[in-house]
């Protein structure tokens, strides 16, 4: 079973950028589709980005699109969020996830293999 741990995430100012990182240990981390999901104070848990087990198939909350781009480094065994643009609204716990299912059923968010401990992303107005 592949165990999650995420960085990178910090109090930075709108229109500012962060990447966040999620390194894997575990597991054969090739095997799994990732994601990324967010939860906001008071809100339930979204999901933001995900990555196929190739790398070659990405898809996106629509109000991140252009924004945030998801990567992988299968050499590294470590998934990455770019973000540029924030805004005070991407104020949340960010987690990523990991599933050997593959890349829809990352996007739907249940019951996946894997998930981090999650990682703070404040952006100030």
């Known amino acids: 079973q592949v165990q999650l741990v995420e960085s990178g995430g910090r109090l930075v100012q709108s229109g500012g950028s962060l990447r966040l990182s999620c390194a894997a240990s575990g597991g054969t981390f090739r095997n799994y589709a990732l994601g990324w999901f967010r939860q906001a104070p008071g809100k339930e848990r979204e999901f933001v980005a995900a990555?196929?087990?190739?790398?070659?198939?990405?898809y996106y909350l629509d109000s991140v699109k252009g924004r945030f781009t998801i990567s992988r480094d299968n050499a590294k065994n470590t998934v990455y969020l770019q973000m540029n643009s924030l805004k005070p609204e991407d104020t949340a716990v960010y987690y990523c996830?990991?599933?050997?299912?593959?890349?829809?059923?990352?996007?739907?968010?249940?019951?996946?293999?894997?998930w981090g401990q999650g990682t703070q992303v404040t952006v100030s107005s």
């Open positions: 990555i196929s087990r190739s790398g070659g198939g990405t």
């Open positions: 996830a990991a599933d050997p299912r593959g890349l829809s059923d990352v996007i739907d968010g249940n019951a996946l293999a894997a």
